[in-house]
């Protein structure tokens, strides 16, 4: 049989392919083992989570607390105590040890609420440290804030909250009109009713609480205020609006309920005019 000169040259692209291959597969075995070998897998401790934050501030009297944290932009955690002395915790922030003793001596560490997938980065350090306490978010981010987490949740807001706590204390409410989170109605002793919610609503000043950084993302973002009244973010109308008029009906109906104080995720808490204020946050969307 005669071979011709592009037999040959076939021949040779099947061998050139065949060893590129090999060689390709040998060095992606080699860059997989050499990354292996350099990830060393170190359990962070509780001192390894603590950010700068600011004193635990009471809101209202025996049954909320926040604690604001230097994040970007700051961030705040809530406290909240119930009739039994246990702890539901929206937004947790690792504290330092002399704060986080305080925080202990208000109660026991029950549950802890993360809001959305934004807030998710020091919820394993308090399951470390208080084993027995539940770990809860909404249900519509579970799948994506189990993938961001180092460990199994407890459940979901909606199915499991109120096993841990009455919802006459502590009840979720959901944002009709919007996705990704919640918000919360708690009761404050004589009647009085507090709001939490995360990042639908932010009162962030542009002239505190922010650093540069803070300040840059904040704008482009639409997150920061005067400080007095309070705004639906850009990011967020951008992220989890999902009807602008539901979500506007929505936030008109929490205006009505006369609430004591709002708290928020990001900014200063209101406990002046929430009514008037919720109402002008319809006017910011
Ligand atoms: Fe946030």
């Not at 060893?19 to 040998?26: A, D, G, R």
């Amino acid at each position: 049989m005669e071979i011709s000169i592009w037999d040959i040259i076939e021949i040779e692209n099947v061998l050139i392919t065949v060893v590129l291959v090999l060689i390709l597969k040998v060095v992606a075995d080699k860059w997989k083992a050499h990354k292996k070998k350099n990830t060393i897998v170190v359990e962070k401790e509780w001192k390894d989570y603590v950010l700068p934050h600011g004193p635990l501030v009471e809101l209202s009297k025996g049954k909320l607390w926040s604690v604001t944290g230097k994040f970007t932009p700051d961030r705040n955690m809530i406290i909240y105590k119930t009739n039994d002395d246990k702890l539901i915790i929206h937004s947790a922030i690792v504290l330092d040890e002399k704060t986080q003793k305080q925080v202990e001596l208000l109660g026991t560490p029950h549950v802890v609420i993360i809001p959305n997938r934004f807030h998710c980065r020091d919820a394993k350090a308090y399951k470390n440290r208080y084993p027995e306490i539940k770990v809860l978010c909404p249900l519509d981010s579970f799948t994506m804030i189990s993938k961001k987490v180092d460990f199994v949740l407890d459940g979901s807001v909606e199915r499991a909250l109120a096993t841990y706590v009455s919802s006459e204390e502590f009840a979720y409410i959901v944002p009709v009109g919007a996705k990704g989170e919640l918000s919360y109605e708690v009761a404050l002793g004589n009647g009085n009713k507090g709001l939490i919610v995360c990042d639908l609503m932010f009162n962030l000043p542009s002239s505190e609480a922010c650093d540069w950084l803070g300040w840059i993302i904040g704008s482009i973002l639409g997150s920061l205020t005067d400080g007095k009244q309070p705004r639906v973010s850009r990011l967020f109308r951008f992220l989890a609006l999902t009807d602008k008029a539901q979500f506007k009906q929505w936030v008109s109906e929490q205006a009505k309920k006369s609430y004591k104080v709002v708290c928020v995720a990001h900014g200063k808490h209101i406990t002046e005019q929430c009514q008037q204020k919720l109402s002008n946050v319809v006017k910011t969307l």
